[in-house]
């Protein structure tokens, strides 16, 4: 018998129109790439990201940003989707899920079928130039970067970044606008594995309940966004979405 929680979950999926999901970190934790604000194995727990994950320290020591993240790249890029992944894949099959907005750069969610992505914070499948904004395939960035070279711009010589967002930059602002569209537009968000802590996405859920929607955390840690949800799931995310999922 499933928990309580988990089918008033199910329900509240099966009897709304427009469903988003907005996914953070720990849908990604079980496929073995770290988190960032975990209290105990969060990676920022281990490195100030002001210096090795802001815009201002990749202008400034761009060989300390890639000597930090390379490792974290690999894990990134080793990494397959988990049941979360493809649990989320099967409730947009079935019609129950409408898009999903993510703050993975990872994209183990369309790895796992999902066709209705949006990325946040960007992603790693390429890196732009930031003098003159020619952009390349990452598969030519990493083989540099693994030497422990800076990659830099085959036109230019400009500074090759990852598309991935940093501390200090704006989010990509079409992907932006589209995820605050469908928070304004759902009956119901479901926040998974997410701190809700890094704005704008963090303020996503709360834009959706002013407009009257109903909100499910799915999530290990308290968030913000608790005292406004109609549900919340205290869980390993690669084990409750299937079982959610199996209700549908």
């Given at each position: 018998m499933a928990d309580p929680a988990i089918r008033r979950v199910a329900h509240l999926i099966r009897s709304s129109g427009h469903v988003v999901a907005l996914t953070g970190a720990g849908v990604s934790t079980p496929s073995g790439i770290p988190d960032f604000r975990s209290p105990s194995s969060g990676l920022w727990t281990k490195v100030d990201p002001m210096v090795v994950a802001s815009i201002w320290g990749f202008h400034s020591s761009p060989e300390v940003f890639y000597r930090w993240f390379m490792p974290v790249a690999r894990q990134i890029r080793a990494a397959k989707p988990n049941p979360a992944h493809y649990a989320l894949a099967q409730m947009e099959r079935l019609g129950h899920l409408h898009t999903l907005l993510t703050q993975n750069i990872d994209a183990l969610h369309q790895q796992a079928g999902s066709r209705q992505v949006v990325e946040l914070h960007g992603h790693l499948r390429s890196a732009t130039c930031l003098e003159c904004r020619f952009?390349?395939?990452?598969?030519?960035?990493?083989?540099?970067?693994?030497?422990?070279?800076?990659?830099?711009?085959?036109?230019?010589?400009?500074?090759?970044?990852?598309?991935?967002?940093?501390?200090?930059?704006?989010?990509?602002?079409?992907?932006?606008?589209?995820?605050?569209?469908?928070?304004?537009?759902?009956?119901?968000?479901?926040?998974?594995?997410?701190?809700?802590?890094?704005?704008?996405?963090?303020?996503?859920?709360?834009?959706?309940?002013?407009?009257?929607?109903?909100?499910?955390?799915?999530?290990?840690?308290?968030?913000?966004?608790?005292?406004?949800?109609?549900?919340?799931?205290?869980?390993?995310?690669?084990?409750?979405?299937?079982?959610?999922?199996?209700?549908?």
């Open positions: 952009s390349v395939a990452t598969e030519e960035v990493w083989p540099i970067a693994e030497r422990g070279q800076v990659p830099r711009c085959p036109r230019c010589g400009g500074l090759l970044k990852p598309d991935v967002t940093l501390f200090g930059e704006p989010l990509d602002y079409e992907s932006l606008r589209v995820a605050q569209e469908e928070a304004l537009r759902c009956d119901l968000m479901l926040a998974i594995g997410s701190s809700l802590e890094v704005e704008p996405a963090a303020d996503l859920p709360f834009l959706a309940r002013r407009r009257g929607a109903a909100i499910v955390l799915i999530n290990r840690q308290p968030t913000e966004a608790d005292a406004i949800a109609e549900v919340v799931v205290r869980g390993d995310v690669a084990s409750v979405l299937p079982q959610i999922v199996s209700l549908l």
